[in-house]
């Protein structure tokens, strides 16, 4: 363990390598984010199903691109086919568990996370999969950091769906609609705006996200129905640390998050990153509680 | 007969028949032995989740430690059986209180979906750290010793000392909730800052009441690894798919915040369970899901909470006449 962390100073390339590629999947994180601070803020739900829809996402792509579909098509479709099913989850149980206390929420989507990663689990099986983009690989610093290619296209288009997602909110008519529901559901109703169909949507627009999330993540990475938990996880963690409305601030944890990750990961071996991921969430919840503690509050 | 005698007779008959059921049906000894374990688990989690308004996703931890702390005290010790199981079985139980109490000092200051997810990541976390922890087995998980007897004598062993740990819970609870303490337990789950504000020290009591689930959990934990014989860390010491929800799960179907709840709820999961599904082969737990959304979002009172709505009398409140 001390002989990994000297490495990274011995050798400051290794340390650039692998802080770069965290960087690259941070991204990933942060649509992911996007999607939970955005279900959070509006719906009030903590959405723990997160993670099984980027795992659902990267399954779609890989079968688009076994029925012979250009591989990267496969994004788009991942998309489309969580908004679908984003929102018929909605419409069969998040709708019921809107208005009800939060422990009713957490645990109804937990439940469902169960039951889309078995259903997952006996669809396609238990083996770790991947998708080959076919893009080559980009060498940095003479050859001494390699970052295939599909990662930094993974990271552009992320942080490019995530602009999007921001512009759609601002200036869209349903944008508008969904961040006046966010701030007062009933006013909102009363000038006209159909709250039920804006949840739905918003739901079905967080799935589509995670979707898109999951499609970069098996073509550059891998994927397998339990591969949920820590997604969710990581997505909680940077919307407590972010605060749920600050787009900035997501972007930059979760790609630090990406960053700390993969280095901590080389520094501890990689069978304790899981652990770690966990282990920080805890830590920054009982960090922030802490501090709120010394003026009488806590985390609401 | 009165009502006393009539309950006297009741308690007495129950006993017999706990005492008996290993030799009416010695086929089924086993999943017995399991439906006091998961009594356990739904009592111990009731006693966060019901009582103090702490909805633990991870009370699966201290089942964890204690399944671990007596293996490698088994392993270590150089005893024999009975001896390492009984000194090892205390051990686990006393380091999952501990481990309670000192997480307790960060993590119960959490509250609502905080301290869910909280816990939920530390159950994950230590599945996760076990797995790469070479002391204790790592991936491999640890093999306890071989009981040194009979196939029946070794499940008659476990039925008892399961049904005993059950029975210990159940009177512990039963005689808290009736002191002081609890009544201070349900009043954190009404209302925590009033209830500190009329002077409980709430910190303690949440640290205490924790650490006695925790108690309990590492103690079913130690004897659970033995019955088992093999602590895998992710599907049997930190297994958060399957005893973890299902402590949820139970204490919720029988009625979240009463004594009964729980073991009702234990009993009538466990049998449906083992009735069922085996005719689900793979598919067990997609049902378990869909039974979690189920149970959550239409009978979020429980089959005890239900009645009580249905027969406030039979509990002991009176029904207000508008």
């Known amino acids: 363990m001390i002989d990994n962390f000297l490495l990274l100073f011995d050798y400051p390339v290794l340390s650039a390598d692998l802080a770069l590629n965290g960087l690259l999947i941070g991204a990933v994180f942060v649509l992911a984010a996007f999607g939970m601070a955005l279900v959070w803020g509006v719906l009030n739900i903590i959405n723990i199903v997160q993670g099984e829809f980027v795992m659902l996402g990267g399954f779609v792509a890989l079968m688009a691109a076994e029925a012979g579909l250009p591989v990267l098509l496969g994004i788009p479709i991942a998309a489309l086919a969580l908004f679908i099913l984003g929102w018929g989850l909605y419409r069969l149980v998040i709708f019921r568990v809107i208005d009800r206390d939060l422990f009713v929420s957490v645990l109804a989507t937990f439940g469902l996370s169960i039951v889309l990663q078995q259903l997952s689990n006996e669809l396609f099986g238990a083996d770790v999969r991947t998708l080959e983009a076919g893009l080559g690989t980009l060498l940095l610093f003479d050859g001494a950091v390699a970052l295939a290619q599909i990662k930094v296209l993974a990271f552009f288009l992320a942080l490019g769906l995530g602009l999007l997602l921001w512009l759609f909110l601002k200036y869209s008519r349903l944008g508008q609609a969904i961040r006046a529901t966010a701030q007062n559901p009933r006013a909102a109703s009363i000038l006209g705006i159909d709250t039920d169909r804006v949840y739905a949507a918003t739901y079905a627009l967080n799935a589509a996200l995670c979707g898109a999330a999951g499609g970069l993540v098996v073509m550059a990475w891998a994927i397998h129905p339990y591969i949920g938990l820590p997604y969710t996880v990581r997505s909680f963690l940077i919307v407590i640390v972010a605060g749920i409305g600050n787009i900035g601030a997501v972007v930059a944890a979760g790609l630090g998050l990406g960053a700390f990750e993969n280095v901590a990961g080389f520094i501890f071996g990689t069978e304790y990153q899981i652990a770690l991921v966990f282990l920080l969430m805890v830590l920054v919840l009982v960090w922030r509680n802490l501090r709120l503690q010394r003026k009488r509050m806590y985390l609401k | ?322």
């Open chain 2, 1 to 322: 007969m009165s009502w006393r005698a009539a309950r006297y007779a009741a308690v007495a008959g129950s006993g017999l028949l706990v005492l008996a059921a290993p030799f009416l049906a010695p086929a089924f000894v086993t999943q017995f032995t399991f439906l006091w374990l998961m009594i356990v688990f739904a009592l111990t989690w009731d006693l966060m989740g019901g009582q103090l308004g702490y909805n633990s996703f991870g009370n699966i931890l201290f089942f964890g430690i204690g399944a671990y702390a007596c293996a490698v005290f088994q392993r270590d010790s150089g005893l024999g059986y009975y001896e390492a199981l009984a000194i090892g079985a205390a051990l686990g139980g006393v380091l999952a209180a501990a481990a309670a109490a000192f997480l307790g000092l960060g993590i119960l200051g959490l509250r609502g979906h905080y301290f869910a997810i909280g816990t939920l990541g530390l159950g994950i976390a230590a599945g996760e750290i076990a797995g790469g922890w070479d002391y204790v087995g790592a991936g491999s998980g640890m093999t306890v010793p071989l009981f040194p007897g009979a196939l029946e004598l070794r499940s008659l062993f476990f039925y008892f000392t399961l049904a005993a740990l059950a029975l210990a819970t159940f009177l512990t609870l039963r005689w808290l909730y009736g002191t002081r303490f609890g009544l201070a337990l349900n009043a954190v789950r009404d209302d925590e800052d009033k209830a500190e504000a009329m002077g409980l020290y709430t910190a303690r009591l949440k640290t205490a009441a924790w650490s006695l689930s925790a108690f309990f959990l590492g103690i079913s934990g130690a004897l659970a690894g033995n019955l088992i014989g093999f602590i895998d860390p992710r599907d049997v010491a930190f297994a958060g798919a399957t005893y973890g929800v299902w402590m949820v799960l139970m204490a919720i179907l029988g009625g979240k915040g009463t004594l009964w709840g729980p073991v009702i709820g234990a009993a009538v999961f466990h049998i449906t369970q083992e009735i069922f599904w085996t005719y689900l082969l793979g598919w067990q737990r997609v049902a378990l899901g869909l039974l979690i959304v189920a149970i959550v979002v239409f009978f979020p009172q429980g089959i005890l909470g239900t009645l009580r709505e249905k027969f406030p009398g039979r509990f002991g409140s009176k029904a207000e006449v508008q």
